[in-house]
């Protein structure tokens, strides 16, 4: 346990935490929707701090990543917990852990252990993943700066509902981020995670204008968010932030709570593509499916620079990250 930053001390013992757009005000004794922040006696404290539930080795187009350091190898970490309670989890049960009513979950770790491991491993970078990183964010940015003086990259892996403060104290730190834009919606937002659209749209803004790479991800799931006019609206909004931000449609699983949906049925994949480049997207990838849509096109002339077999790079048309048809360069970053 260590107490949290981003927090102020308020009138009878209560505290306002910062850390996402929850933006939870805490009586004595109680803990913020999160479940791993406590108030006590008007101190806000962490208790996932340094308690890691995963600590892998994975290929950084995994996360998703397509245009970050391709073909290399990340340190995965996550910590319990999240701020979202998406029906459709497919970690729930490390993220939907709740510290009020369940022991401490988690081996100790340092920051210095994470860094040297990566290392020792040839990893390139430290992803923070797996469950939500804003919610292990005191351990998140120690590690961070840690694996910035060893060389090594971070990155987050977020449902991107974090406050200003927070994305103004970890962007110096973070090298890039998978976004999950998980709807268009307000009402499904609600509904289904318990959150709000608009914090998500602002991080997406605001850590694309920090110069952090983002690749953003969108679940598509049957009846909830796969309609032409949901899908047009995502797309219509990443490109208007950044053309060359790449958008990873994933083909949905059943699991958790949703486990009466069907998967994602091939033609809405085909749709949300085609509708993505309809928009001006450069780049528009399809996971959890295999049959097409992995490979990276010149943005410029369409023709083929990475094939991809899963996270296995097979092919690559490039020369110093340009296009060897048309010299067009890739956006993202690649040494």
Known sequence: MKEAQLYIRLKNL??????????????????????????????????????LVAANIDPVEKKPLYHFLPGTSTFSIASAGCNFRCGFCQNWRISQFDFNHQQPSGEDFSADKVVKLA???????IAYTYTEPTIYFEFALETAKLAKEASLRNIFVTNGYMSREAVSLLSPYLDAANIDLKFFKESSYQRVCSAKLGPVLDSIQLLNAAGVWIEITTLIIPGENDTPEELTAMAKFIAAVNKDIPWHISRFHADYKFKDYAPTPERTLKLAYDLGISQGLHYVYVGNFGAWGQDTLCGKCRKLLIKRDGFN???????????????TALPGVFS
């Open 119 to 125: 290392k020792q491993n040839n990893c390139k970078s």
């Open 14 to 51: 209560q505290v306002h935490c910062q850390l996402c757009a929850h933006s939870c005000k805490i009586p004595e004794g109680k803990f913020g929707f999160c479940g791993v922040r406590q108030n006590i006696s008007g101190i806000l404290y962490t208790h996932n701090y340094a308690k």
């Open 313 to 327: 790079i097979l092919e690559s048309h490039l020369a110093q990250n340009r296009c060897v048809f048309c010299q």
